[in-house]
């Protein structure tokens, strides 16, 4: 009985020791507690010499959704509402260059063209001719660059929020950049509850220990997101693709949060004019990221589309 009751202190203990001693470990143990969930299991592929972790999970034969993550995010972007899509399709998620656990070289050029044909070069050396694509904010640039440059690889087309297009109404992230200002790196502690306030439209609490660990990270890589945000901002801001959108050939979906502060909410205006057959949906209680805010109904509204794409 002693016996039991001690084994049952230890395990009410250590998750409590961990989060105060050591919370690094228990972060991650979240985060693999969210890939088993969405059936997800990370792998690696080597491309132009450099390896690519990515996650993966679904039936081998089914039909491939390549998932492309944001800015100053990673490949657990897609965690949250991995398993609405792993019992039918083969889910794809990898690090870019730059981001989670990739290469962070800072001599690489990251523009939107050189990230979206190292995505290219991925789908090669994955073997994958031809897949569904959807990407979120500069994630969604880049399947937007790979499918006016790339067309006949991508089988569908899903825009989260999207950059790369400029809507009639300029965003609070567009004002704060001419202002010399960028609320999306991450430069001391406060920053973590600020950059969430900032893509959520209702945050998610986060455990104080856990900021520390994303701190941390992001303190990390802080010149080096500096450098890829600004050559984000300049193809978004100065480059934006709105006068070639007709080129896109695949039936494409625009998922889009009313109330984003970093690309507002018009340009859904502008791709679905000018995206023939295109078709949006855009969430009143959501912001930039809506399959962390809300991964079901971001799920079911990207699910809807691929079974009226005949998919």
Same mark, same amino acid.
């Given at each position: 009985?002693?016996?039991?009751?001690?084994?049952?202190?230890?395990?009410?203990?250590?998750?409590?020791?961990?989060?105060?001693?050591?919370?690094?470990?228990?972060?991650?143990?979240?985060?693999?507690?969210? !890939?088993?969930?969405?059936?997800?299991?990370?792998?690696?592929?080597?491309?132009?010499?450099?390896? +690519?972790?990515?996650?993966?999970?679904?039936?081998?034969?089914?039909?491939?959704?390549?998932?492309?993550?944001?800015?100053?995010?990673?490949?657990?972007? +897609?965690?949250?509402?991995?398993?609405?899509?792993?019992?039918?399709?083969?889910?794809?998620?990898?690090?870019?260059?730059?981001? =989670?656990?990739?290469?962070?070289?800072?001599?690489?050029?990251?523009?939107?063209?050189?990230?979206?044909?190292?995505?290219?070069?991925?789908?090669?050396?994955?073997?994958?001719?031809?897949?569904?694509?959807?990407?979120?904010?500069?994630?969604?640039?880049?399947?937007?660059?790979?499918?006016?440059?790339?067309?006949? !690889?991508?089988?569908?087309?899903?825009?989260?929020?999207?950059? =790369?297009?400029?809507?009639?109404?300029?965003?609070?992230?567009?004002?704060?950049?001419?202002?010399?200002?960028?609320?999306?790196?991450?430069?001391?502690?406060?920053?973590?509850?600020?950059?969430?306030?900032?893509?959520?439209?209702?945050?998610?609490?986060?455990?104080?220990?856990?900021?520390?660990?994303?701190?941390?990270?992001?303190?990390?890589?802080?010149?080096?997101?500096?450098?890829?945000?600004?050559?984000?901002?300049?193809?978004?801001?100065?480059?934006?693709?709105?006068?070639?959108?007709?080129?896109?050939?695949?039936?494409?979906?625009?998922?889009?949060?009313?109330?984003?502060?970093?690309?507002?909410?018009?340009?859904?205006?502008?791709?679905?004019?000018?995206?023939?057959?295109?078709?949006?949906?855009?969430?009143?209680?959501?912001?930039?990221?809506?399959?962390?805010?809300?991964?079901?109904?971001?799920?079911?509204?990207?699910?809807?589309?691929?079974?009226?794409?005949?998919?």
């Amino acid at each position: 009985m002693n016996y039991l009751l001690i084994t049952a202190a230890i395990l009410i203990a250590l998750p409590v020791l961990l989060y105060v001693v050591s919370p690094a470990i228990l972060y991650r143990q979240f985060q693999k507690a969210m !890939r088993r969930k969405g059936r997800l299991v990370q792998k690696s592929v080597r491309v132009d010499g450099a390896a +690519w972790p990515y996650l993966e999970g679904g039936p081998a034969d089914g039909e491939i959704i390549v998932f492309v993550h944001g800015f100053g995010a990673d490949k657990d972007s +897609w965690s949250f509402a991995a398993h609405h899509f792993t019992d039918k399709y083969r889910m794809i998620s990898p690090d870019l260059p730059g981001f =989670g656990e990739s290469d962070v070289s800072a001599e690489r050029d990251y523009s939107i063209a050189a990230q979206t044909g190292r995505l290219i070069q991925f789908l090669d050396a994955m073997g994958i001719e031809k897949c569904h694509v959807a990407g979120n904010s500069m994630g969604g640039f880049i399947a937007l660059q790979a499918a006016l440059d790339h067309g006949h !690889r991508l089988t569908t087309l899903t825009l989260v929020n999207n950059a =790369g297009v400029t809507g009639a109404n300029e965003s609070e992230l567009q004002k704060l950049v001419t202002e010399g200002q960028n609320p999306l790196v991450v430069r001391k502690p406060a920053d973590i509850d600020q950059l969430m306030a900032f893509v959520a439209h209702k945050p998610r609490p986060i455990p104080g220990q856990f900021k520390k660990v994303m701190f941390n990270e992001a303190k990390g890589r802080e010149a080096l997101l500096d450098k890829i945000f600004l050559a984000i901002a300049q193809d978004s801001l100065e480059n934006p693709v709105n006068d070639r959108l007709h080129e896109v050939k695949c039936p494409t979906l625009i998922i889009w949060g009313k109330h984003d502060r970093l690309i507002d909410v018009s340009a859904v205006d502008v791709l679905e004019a000018r995206i023939e057959g295109s078709e949006s949906v855009v969430f009143d209680h959501l912001a930039h990221v809506p399959m962390i805010e809300d991964p079901k109904a971001f799920a079911d509204a990207h699910l809807s589309f691929l079974a009226r794409a005949g998919r």
